[in-house]
Every structure is written in structure tokens, then in C-alpha cells.
């Protein structure tokens, strides 16, 4: 069974900061790695994917990936409060199911 | 381009109850799949599919039923509805390559289920 962990928060950053998000995942074999945003009452929605070590940046975030720590990461710069939401982490298993993560409430004050 | 579409949005089953709840895709997605999400819970998944007329449990399939006779459309039915199936149901649909490559899921905008 594949796990997938996040802090559940809430995380509380001001406007303008860096918000730093985290996932660790049980099965050491898993390539692919995703994170959504969901807003309250809505659908999640893809935000960045990722698949090799190291940074991938897709303008205010940031997909960070260790794969011997089995350590995800989404960072996300200049924090708007529209950036106030739940942000769910995936991992890729068979048949390009998605195993997620309970979700991290990001909460970002003006 | 309508993406994926699920209907009805809301719906109260009395216990014992059954439904189909819809959902259509037509982005030419390959695969499909339906999760659950439980309040403070992460998505579960319930059945999946990787093609018309193959389908295939995922981590919580009891009670549940679908089919899959288009690449369009994929139904999940909840037969003999328990307090337990109360949820919010997504229906996803992705594109998988021949080499297994994947961007992702489109996600529908979700069926808010009570049972009472």
C-alpha cells in the first residue's frame, strides 16, 4: 500500500513570503510526482508535475524532488492570498494512478 | 472545450437507494478514473479504466460499479447507498502514452453525495 504524507497544517505565511510545502512518500520505487491546489469546494487542479531530481521552477514555484530521502517539496515565492488553499501531493503508481497525499491548508494572510 | 463533465452536482440518497453518477470527457483521454474525498481526507480511488471496456478496482471499490462502453463516458454506480458512501465524488481523465508518459489529471468538478 503507497503512502503518501503531508503535514496537514494550517501553514500561516504573510503576502509576499516564501511558503514551503512538504511530502514524503512510502514506495521507494515511484517516478513521478505531482502537486494540485485545491481551493475550498472545488476541484483540485494540476499545478506542476516532476519526475527527476533536483528543481523544476515554473514561475512562483518551485517542485524540489530527492528520491533517496523519498522527499517531495512545492515552494512557492511571493505568496498571494490567492494562493490560500489546500495543496495536495500524488505519486504516480500503475496505470498512471495517482496516490495523494491528505492535503497541507496553506493560509495566506494581506 | 468542456474538459470533464459530471452531473448531477448534488444529490441526497436515502439508505438503500441507488444512482449513477455521470461523468463525460472529451479531450480524447485514454484513461479514467473516480475518486472519493472524505472531509480532512485525501483522495481515494475507486475504480479506474485504461480504455473502452476495460475497467479495474482501486483502493475502495466496495459498493461501487462502472462501466466503460465509450472512451467519452465513464458511470459509477452506487448500489444499496450506506451513510459511509456520504462524499464528494471526482471523476478524473488523463492521457497516457505508448511509453507510459503522463501530464496529469483533468478532474471534473465533483458530485456532493449525502446519504441519510
Known amino acids: 500500500q503507497k503512502e503518501v504524507e503531508q503535514n496537514s497544517g494550517p501553514l500561516s505565511v504573510p503576502e509576499g513570503a516564501i511558503a514551503s510545502l512538504n511530502c514524503t512518500y512510502s514506495d521507494r520505487g515511484s517516478q513521478s510526482f505531482f502537486w494540485y491546489r485545491q481551493y475550498s469546494g472545488k476541484s483540485p487542479e494540476l499545478i506542476m508535475s516532476i519526475y527527476s531530481n533536483g528543481d523544476k521552477e515554473d514561475g512562483r514555484f518551485t517542485a524540489q524532488l530527492n528520491k533517496a530521502s523519498q522527499y517531495v517539496s512545492l515552494l512557492i515565492r511571493d505568496s498571494q492570498p490567492s494562493d490560500s488553499a489546500t495543496y495536495l501531493c500524488a505519486v504516480k503508481g500503475g496505470y498512471s494512478t495517482l496516490t495523494f497525499g491528505k492535503g497541507t491548508m496553506l493560509l495566506v494572510s494581506p | 472545450n468542456a474538459g470533464v463533465t459530471q452531473t448531477p452536482k448534488f444529490r441526497i440518497l436515502k439508505i438503500g437507494q441507488s444512482m449513477t453518477l455521470q461523468c463525460t470527457q472529451d479531450m480524447n483521454h485514454n484513461y479514467m478514473y473516480w475518486y472519493r474525498q472524505d472531509p480532512g481526507m485525501g483522495l481515494k480511488l475507486i475504480y479506474y479504466s485504461v480504455g473502452a471496456g476495460i475497467t479495474d478496482k482501486g483502493e475502495v471499490p466496495n459498493g461501487y460499479n462502472v462501466s466503460r462502453s465509450t472512451t467519452e463516458d465513464f458511470p459509477l454506480r452506487l448500489e444499496l447507498a450506506a451513510p459511509s458512501q456520504t462524499s464528494v465524488y471526482f471523476c478524473?481523465?488523463?492521457?497516457?502514452?505508448?511509453?507510459?508518459?503522463?501530464?496529469?489529471?483533468?478532474f471534473g468538478s465533483g458530485t456532493r453525495l449525502t446519504v441519510v
Open positions: 478524473a481523465s488523463s492521457f497516457t502514452g505508448g511509453t507510459g508518459e503522463n501530464y496529469g489529471y483533468t
